[in-house]
């Protein structure tokens, strides 16, 4: 032990209720392990951010990586003039579409599928991509997680026939 003393009343009593505080040192071995967290805690910020490189947008763009390798995204247009998807497409639309766009296509809350404007593109592409993401800011869902790649195709197809 060192040369200080210990088991020292620090008179405080009195402004503590009564209760009474002591000086005691810390034990050497928790002031050891309290200096060498900090020293591994330094050599760990220095080794991880400037020696090896590492951070947490590198793991995360490696595991959306991995994810894409094991799990590939399946991208599916729309099958223009097919009869059974147009089919296919015609019973999912009656099922989901057909109190926002109406039975006729006509529209209603949602926009006319049927006129020549079509305010996010009337191209294969562009059909599948809005029923797929959606358009949150018009109030339409995103069908991608619901209806699957297929689906989707199929009720797309089914709008294109009976578009402009």
Known sequence: MSGRETNRVLGHAADADGIEEYDNPLP?????????????????????HFVSGRSQAGYYAAELADADVRWPQKVV??????????????????????????PELKGGI?????????????????????????VPA??????????????????????LSRGP
């Open 28 to 48: 050497a071995w928790w002031l050891g392990l309290f200096y060498f967290t900090i020293g591994w805690g330094l050599v760990y910020l220095v080794d991880y």
């Open 77 to 102: 247009t729309a099958k223009v003039g097919d009869a059974d998807a147009i089919g296919r497409g015609a019973q999912i639309y009656s099922q989901n579409c057909i109190g926002c766009h109406g």
């Open 110 to 134: 949602g926009p006319d599928l049927t006129d020549g404007t079509w305010i996010h593109g009337g191209s294969a592409a562009d059909v599948t991509r809005v029923v797929t993401e959606g």
């Open 138 to 159: 018009k109030g339409m869902v995103s069908w991608g997680p619901i209806l699957g790649a297929e689906k989707i195709a199929d009720v797309a197809a089914f709008v």
